[in-house]
């Protein structure tokens, strides 16, 4: 996992970048001239689906196209980035790239190098994540889950959305630190997820706040979250970071496309969805999931991933999930 230091750095990069940037007219190059297509590699109906639905319509409206959503779940959200391998560079297509392209590379063989064949656009925001258990669970609290797992071994399951993701590594970095082991069970995405610790098919689930809705309703508990300090929206919530574990995640995430892409074309998409951090409706589903602003403009955003990728290399190796040779 990333220090919550070291990506405050970059975010503070990308803002001083930000104090520069004049939105020029778009569409310098004749981009676009017809709709763009992102990809959210996954299920419809999750807070990522929810959250990039705001960012599209609040996009179309700077690009002066469509931009739209189609969502491709499955393979621990690396779908999107299978796709921009083999896609035009012509800003057509365009997807998320969830944090997981800095991991699995390195815990299996992928279609992709993340250093070489994407063109990373513009980073723009990043989850909240937390670990959750039925209201009616006898765990009560991350001791209590501690206590439970050492007493049962490889007995408590829970789920996330998919191997390889953030809320399935900050739980093994956890555990790892706890002493303890767990059953991980991973799906394609929140909704899954949350049906399944709905339906009382796993013990507890670690995702991002797709729960919050649920926790408010009184029919989960959250015992923890991986920030590195506490909610605004549930305060009386402590970070696995400060009940001692050392485990803090955020996983920043924005706009990417394929690699070879024209600068005119990557500064249109920037700009357009540079701009969509001013809109009143995307802050709100920011802020309905829980999910703060975090600039990167293409420059940061692409030193960011160099560094990224290095350090979740160490962060696989520590965790014993790198890919045998």
């Known amino acids: 996992m990333r220090s919550s230091n070291s990506r405050r750095r970059f975010v503070q ?4 970048s930000a104090a520069t940037l004049a939105l020029p007219a778009l569409a310098q190059s004749g981009y676009p001239v017809r709709p763009v297509k992102l990809i959210c590699p996954w299920p419809a109906g999750g807070s990522t689906d929810a959250v990039m639905r705001a960012l599209a319509e609040s996009a179309t409206k700077s ?13 621990g959200g690396m779908l999107g980035a299978n796709e921009l391998v083999n896609a035009r560079p012509d800003g ?14 390195h815990m299996q063989k992928v279609q992709f190098d993340p250093l070489k064949d994407f063109t990373w656009i513009i980073c723009l925001t990043g989850y909240t994540f937390g670990l959750v258990v039925p209201a009616d669970s006898p765990i009560k609290s ?24 953030s809320p399935h ?9 706890a002493g303890v082991k767990l059953t991980h069970v991973p799906f394609k995405g929140n909704a899954e997820n949350m049906q399944a610790i709905l339906g009382g098919h796993i013990m507890a689930a670690s995702d991002a706040t797709g729960w919050g809705p649920h926790v408010d309703a009184g029919k989960l508990r959250l015992i923890a979250t991986y920030g ?4 605004k929206r549930w305060p009386s919530v402590p970070t696995l970071d400060e009940l001692g574990y050392k485990t803090v995640s955020d996983s920043p995430f924005g706009v990417c496309g394929p690699k070879g892409m024209e600068p005119a074309v990557v500064k249109t998409i920037h700009d357009a969805f540079r701009k969509t951090l001013e809109d009143p409706a995307v802050i709100a589903s920011f802020d309905k999931y829980d999910q703060s602003t975090i600039y990167m403009d293409t420059a940061t955003y692409t030193r960011w991933a160099r560094e990224t990728y290095e350090a979740e290399k160490a962060t696989i190796e520590r965790l014993g999930l790198a890919q045998k040779t």
């Open 13 to 16: 990069a990308g803002l001083a």
């Open 63 to 75: 690009l002066g196209q469509q931009v739209i959503i189609e969502n491709k779940p499955g393979a």
């Open 92 to 105: 057509y297509t365009l997807s998320q790239l969830p944090h997981g392209v800095f991991r699995i590379p």
């Open 142 to 165: 991350i001791k209590d889950f501690v206590d439970y797992a050492k007493a049962n071994p490889g007995k408590l399951s829970y789920g996330s959305t998919g191997n390889g993701t």
């Open 169 to 177: 590594l900050a739980v093994e970095e956890f555990a790892q630190r």
């Open 228 to 231: 590195s300090k506490r909610t």
